[in-house]
């Protein structure tokens, strides 16, 4: 029951003192409390001078109340403390009840005050601690001290878990222990001294007018800062400064201070983390780009500061994976990196982009003939040898230069100028430097104009699915289909798929253009289920090397195969013999995952390298497509033909289906069948076909042998 109780006993100052505590605060006489600061009666929706039974603002194991009131026998309290003002400390935790039935843990401290003539008075300090809850379960038995503060202010101040001081201005009139250990001036050293001459270092003299503004207009302040240890060290801390008020007259400030150091530490090293590359250290792309982002704007401010970007790649870095292994080509470029940055000056920016690209900004440079220098100085140190686990290894790198010039609006267009003139390094035989120059702005413009009409053609739908047939050569029975990208203009005309497929690469536009075919394959499966006698066909889809390392494919696979309802096995990915050569580990991971979703896999362009029937033998793969320019030889004898059977054998030993591309003429179907191979593709039987005429081939469901 909540009732008024005079609680005169506590002096104006005293009340003062505790309201501006940021920690809950109770006065208990008995089993009643009697007081709550202004923290405390937020939390539990009092009016000020509202009362409470203990019961009801506590809950949980409380040791210090049940052992300074046992019951009601304040004779027991006087017995256990002695008689007078004998002081008594414990700590321990609980739990605060509020009105909406749930809880606040907490951790604190009580202590017994004898006030004349008045029973002993119970003073409980609380903070909130995510900890309390565990400590309650576990069963932790409260501490106790015996000191004797002058009052129970002081203990309270002791028992808070910040640096707490008391001021009058700029005046230091009281600290408490945290305050000592935080900063390192005990309270002989601090008592009486100015705030500006120990605690505040000269660079920040301008927050303590701040933070008494802000305490004037909205009661109280808070900020993030640094402050002075007592060796000289800064300390980042979080200080609140909150008003002492007595009669209505500001006598002072309440200043709390919580160490905030590991909490900026972790925010350093995740804003490192987030700009810097994780295997070379280096700065990323996004460090990369702001701070080419604020060399462009000096640049606006003075025009004749000039600076340029390297792009650089290492040539055929890619056969240091294959042959090596990626642990040491990791170790290689670790060490490549290291090289680049001996040579560059300290105020240029070296960065790691992914795989094997890196960028250098070079700041403040005079002429073409001083990053020249740098470039070649750079060329010369990549191409000494390394040695990486055993193996001595050599490498050289293609090098792109741009200056950076007003007429650049983006750091992503000074970039693309750089990329340009490396891609034109390695078009002249790698292990070069070029220098971007306006011949060269033929090619990004025509690069832009191809970018921008396969995104039209892609919002405009004019991009189209066909089908090319695939049969069982036995018999001539329609096995499936291949899905095949068509590029179709509003006018009707056709535009090769190798006129804008790199482009789609180098763009990653070949991300959206993958999805969509994925996602017309599965339509056209699952309305074919409703209208196609006999079992489903497969329908094969091409993964670009880009789309098979993407995380999210397999979800997004999953996501397909459930809304359209595809059955097992119908749905089937081809991947070309390239892309799993890019890292084979990764790979029989993702065609492992892919057997889980019940989705056929094809190694498609085998025989492509012959480099990789490793892969043929460890991959869970279906099928197995013969490149089209080992069939082409066909039936002409040779070496080539030694190459089939012995493909063609291992797949059937393997029992792994066979399927040959580009099948144009009939001798080279009959040698085929001579092979024991499974299936076929090819113009021989037809070209890719629209939708209507797929179903149309589906419903015949045979080919004329």
């Known amino acids: 029951m909540k009732s008024e109780v005079d609680v005169a006993v506590l002096t104006a100052q005293q009340r003062s003192l505790l309201e501006a505590l940021p920690c809950y605060v109770f006065v208990q006489r008995g089993e009643t409390v009697v007081y709550a600061n202004g923290i405390a009666r937020e939390i539990l929706h009092l009016e000020e001078g509202a009362v409470l039974a203990v019961d009801e603002v506590f809950q949980g194991q409380f040791p210090g109340f049940a052992y300074a009131y046992p019951g009601r026998a304040t004779q027991r309290a006087s017995n256990v403390f002695g008689s007078g003002n004998h002081p008594y400390s414990s700590e321990f935790n609980c739990q605060i009840?509020?009105?909406?039935?749930?809880?606040?843990?907490?951790?604190?401290?009580?202590?017994?005050?004898?006030?004349?003539?008045?029973?002993?008075?119970?003073?409980?300090?609380?903070?909130?601690?995510?900890?309390?809850?565990?400590?309650?379960?576990?069963?932790?038995?409260?501490?106790?001290?015996?000191?004797?503060?002058?009052?129970?202010?002081?203990?309270?101040?002791?028992?808070?878990?910040?640096?707490?001081?008391?001021?009058?201005?700029?005046?230091?009139?009281?600290?408490?222990?945290?305050?000592?250990?935080?900063?390192?001036?005990?309270?002989?050293?601090?008592?009486?001294?100015?705030?500006?001459?120990?605690l505040i270092p000269d660079t920040r003299r301008h927050e303590f007018d701040m933070l008494e503004h802000t305490v004037q207009l909205h009661g109280r302040a808070s900020m993030d800062t640094v402050r002075l240890h007592k060796s000289g060290a800064l300390i980042d801390v979080s200080v609140l400064v909150a008003p002492i008020t007595m009669s209505g007259v500001e006598v002072g400030n309440f200043v709390s201070y919580r160490d905030i150091r590991d909490k900026k530490q972790s925010e350093a090293r995740l804003q490192h983390d987030a700009l810097h590359d994780p295997l070379t250290g280096l700065a990323n792309r996004t460090l990369f780009l702001d701070?080419?982002?604020?060399?462009?704007?000096?640049?606006?401010?003075?025009?004749?500061?000039?600076?340029?970007?390297?792009?650089?790649?290492?040539?055929?870095?890619?056969?240091?994976?294959?042959?090596?292994?990626?642990?040491?080509?990791?170790?290689?470029?670790?060490?490549?990196?290291?090289?680049?940055?001996?040579?560059?000056?300290?105020?240029?920016?070296?960065?790691?982009?992914?795989?094997?690209?890196?960028?250098?900004?070079?700041?403040?440079?005079?002429?073409?003939?001083?990053?020249?220098?740098?470039?070649?100085?750079?060329?010369?140190?990549i191409r000494l040898p390394i040695e990486v686990n055993g193996h001595e290894v050599f490498v050289t790198a293609s090098i792109g230069i741009a200056f950076g010039t007003l007429d650049h609006t983006?750091?992503?267009?000074?970039?693309?100028?750089?990329?340009?003139?490396?891609?034109?390094?390695?078009?002249?035989?790698?292990?070069?430097?070029?220098?971007?120059?306006?011949?060269?702005?033929?090619?990004?413009?025509?690069?832009?104009?191809?970018?921008?009409?396969?995104?039209?053609?892609?919002?405009?739908?004019?991009?189209?699915?066909?089908?090319?047939?695939?049969?069982?050569?036995?018999?001539?029975?329609?096995?499936?289909?291949?899905?095949?990208?068509?590029?179709?203009?509003?006018?009707?005309?056709?535009?090769?798929?190798?006129?804008?497929?790199?482009?789609?690469e180098e763009t990653g536009l070949i991300h959206p253009i993958g999805l969509y075919v994925l996602e017309e394959v599965c339509q056209r499966l699952s309305?074919?289920?409703?209208?196609?006698?006999?079992?489903?066909?497969?329908i094969g889809v091409n993964l670009s090397p880009r789309q098979f390392r993407d995380p999210n494919l397999l979800p997004y696979l999953a996501g397909l195969l459930a809304k359209w309802k595809i059955p097992p096995g119908r749905l089937r990915v081809e991947?070309?013999?390239?892309?799993?050569?890019?890292?084979?580990?990764?790979?029989?991971?993702?065609?492992?995952?892919?057997?889980?979703?019940?989705?056929?896999?094809?190694?498609?362009?085998?025989?492509?390298?012959?480099?990789?029937?490793?892969?043929?033998?460890r991959l869970p793969i279906d099928l197995v497509k013969v490149d089209r320019r080992l069939i082409a030889y066909l039936p002409i004898p040779g070496k080539h033909t030694a190459i089939l059977q012995t493909i063609f054998d291992l797949g059937r030993t393997l029992h792994v289906r066979m399927l040959a591309e580009g099948i144009e003429r009939r001798e080279q179907l009959e040698a085929l069948r001579k092979y024991g191979c499974d299936l076929g593709q090819g113009h021989l039987f037809s070209p890719p076909v629209s939708p209507d005429k797929a179903l149309a081939l589906l419903e015949s469901g045979h080919w004329s042998i």
């Open 410 to 504: 983006s750091p992503e267009q000074v970039l693309r100028d750089a990329d340009y003139a490396m891609y034109q390094a390695k078009a002249n035989g790698h292990a070069r430097h070029e220098v971007f120059d306006g011949s060269m702005h033929v090619l990004v413009a025509a690069q832009m104009r191809k970018e921008h009409d396969l995104k039209t053609a892609l919002d405009k739908k004019e991009l189209q699915v066909w089908y090319q047939p695939i049969y069982r050569l036995e018999n001539g029975e329609i096995e499936g289909f291949e899905a095949l990208l068509r590029w179709r203009r509003s006018d009707g005309e056709f535009v090769p798929l190798q006129d804008f497929l790199p482009t789609a």
């Open 575 to 617: 991947v070309s013999e390239a892309a799993v050569n890019q890292d084979p580990e990764s790979a029989l991971t993702v065609f492992q995952r892919l057997a889980d979703l019940k989705i056929s896999t094809a190694l498609d362009n085998f025989g492509a390298g012959l480099a990789s029937m490793n892969h043929f033998i």
């Open 527 to 538: 309305s074919w289920a409703d209208t196609v006698p006999g079992p489903l066909p497969s």
């Open 291 to 381: 701070r080419l982002q604020i060399m462009m704007a000096r640049q606006q401010r003075h025009s004749q500061l000039n600076f340029a970007v390297m792009f650089l790649d290492l040539d055929h870095f890619k056969g240091v994976n294959d042959n090596l292994g990626h642990a040491c080509g990791d170790d290689l470029l670790v060490r490549m990196a290291a090289r680049l940055r001996a040579c560059v000056r300290p105020q240029d920016t070296v960065a790691r982009f992914g795989g094997d690209e890196f960028s250098i900004l070079l700041e403040d440079v005079t002429n073409i003939s001083d990053v020249t220098k740098i470039a070649e100085r750079a060329q010369q140190d």
């Open 97 to 198: 009840r509020t009105p909406l039935e749930s809880s606040v843990p907490v951790r604190g401290s009580f202590r017994m005050l004898r006030v004349e003539p008045e029973p002993e008075l119970l003073i409980v300090a609380l903070r909130s601690s995510p900890d309390a809850e565990q400590d309650l379960e576990q069963g932790l038995k409260p501490g106790s001290e015996h000191d004797s503060p002058s009052n129970f202010l002081e203990h309270l101040l002791n028992a808070a878990p910040e640096a707490i001081m008391i001021t009058r201005g700029s005046r230091i009139l009281h600290i408490n222990r945290e305050f000592e250990s935080l900063f390192g001036f005990n309270a002989d050293e601090a008592l009486g001294q100015n705030t500006y001459d120990i």
